[in-house]
């Protein structure tokens, strides 16, 4: 009994080792990339739908600022030792990194209008997306964006409005206004 005792502690002890070559390495965590993590609080929210203490849809989105997208691709070139810049169709629009999550499958399809109704609204008009792409494969994603899991679904949503266009710099604002038959969220920036 003993000796099953020790054989087991001493395989439990020993697969929590790191790789000691120095040919191997390991990305930080996007939490621990502090220049990275740093611009990604800034332009992120988190938010929870919940009704009668049952979660109906867990929602992160990003807006992708091109100072967001500046320290994605740094990210991504010590990630994957390449340079590359990723969702470059955000520079030329408004573009938004949505992570939902919704416990009734029906709705996890975010570019579906019979039962989601997204819109941005600025400067007193609502726009509609020009574009909202159901974004894989998630593994992709993980190491830049921490909301992502296994029973979420990811997205790019892009509106037809440019940077020089967006009103977001000024006093008006922009607010990203996902809503459902379980729900709303409004984001604002």
Known sequence: MKRSLIAGLVLVLTSCVSSPDPEVGI??????DTPYYTVYQKVSADYEVIDNFSTKHQVHITHLTSEFRSALAQRYESVFNEPQPLLGE?????????????????????????????????????????AIKHLKPKERWM??????????????VLFDLTPDQNPGSSKQGLRLVLSSPEGSVRSEW
């Open 27 to 32: 990305p930080l965590d996007a939490s621990e």
């Open 90 to 130: 955000a520079s030329q629009q408004t573009g938004f990194f949505v992570s939902l999550f919704a416990a009734n499958n029906n709705l996890i399809d975010l570019s579906d209008t019979q039962v989601w109704n997204v819109q941005l609204e600025t400067g007193g008009q609502s726009l509609k997306p020009s």
């Open 143 to 156: 190491p830049f964006f921490p909301s992502i899991n296994v029973w979420s679904r990811e997205y790019l």
